[in-house]
């Protein structure tokens, strides 16, 4: 057996997590395109879902609220972190709010709350709450079809039915992780920001808290597109595991 050089990475190149990142987005964006007429027929229908007892998909499929227009500092700090799509989205998509907030929306509420402990009123803080919120509806999309989705290690059709509990401790997680990329983004240019750096050590302290239990509730997930979401978002050591091992991604689209 011969061992395998790889070349040297380019001097200045990013990490290869960043790259990794960026194919998970990629992934991402590709599904909800994929999958978006199926998404709206089943919203439209507004049957109970098969998998979830007791979910309403009127309400998993709101968006978020929106940011003030006059809030341009936390929209640009989202484009910065390679965060646009992430809010830009579910605000083009998302089902008319019905001034009624669900599990999922408190799930993302709670998350936010706990790591802005320190109210500021900084762009970064608007950014946070954004992000939060929109993890609500992108758990929430994969959620309305996951009863058409395979599970996510024998690909085999129709995972087994989840309590609306595990899906919001996966919008928790989904909100912890995709504020640590905002709150990162935001101390490359306020390092000394004291409430800034406080509110990124309880995102971290977050995900170490929550990764014991993250191979837990990836199993109970079980769809594919379910856990890719959230293992991918997650600050963890599982967190690209697929990449890093050679498989293929999206290989079932």
Not at 91 to 102: M, S, T, V
Not at 173 to 179: F, P, T, W
């Amino acid at each position: 057996m011969t061992s395998l050089t790889l070349p040297p990475r380019p001097p200045g190149s990013p990490p290869l997590a960043h790259a990794w990142q960026t194919l998970a987005d990629g992934l991402l964006t590709q599904r909800l395109h994929l999958h978006l007429d199926e998404w709206r027929a089943a919203v439209a229908e507004e049957k109970a879902l098969p998998d979830v007892p007791g979910a309403d998909v009127s309400v998993l499929a709101q968006r978020p609220s929106p940011l003030l227009a006059s809030d341009e500092s936390a929209m640009a700090l989202l484009d910065d972190a390679g965060l646009g799509f992430w809010w830009e989205l579910p605000q083009r998509h998302g089902a008319e709010p019905r001034n009624q907030r669900g599990a999922l929306h408190h799930a993302a509420d709670t998350a936010a709350q706990n790591l802005l402990a320190e109210q500021s009123g900084a762009a970064w803080s608007d950014a946070v709450t954004a992000v939060s919120d929109a993890a609500a509806w992108w758990v929430g999309f994969f959620t309305v079809i996951r009863h058409r989705g395979v599970h996510h290690i024998t690909l085999e059709p129709h995972p087994g039915p989840l309590h609306e509990q595990a899906l919001g401790t996966a919008v928790s997680v989904v909100a912890h992780g995709m504020a640590t990329r905002v709150l990162e983004t935001a101390l490359r240019d306020s390092a000394d920001d004291q409430a800034l750096r406080a509110t990124y050590c309880r995102a971290i302290e977050a995900g170490i808290c929550a990764e014991p239990e993250l191979p837990r509730l990836i199993d109970e997930l079980a769809e594919l597109r379910l856990v890719d979401l959230v293992s991918t978002t997650a600050r963890w050591r599982g967190r690209f595991t697929k990449y890093a091992g050679g498989t293929g991604a999206g290989q079932v689209e």
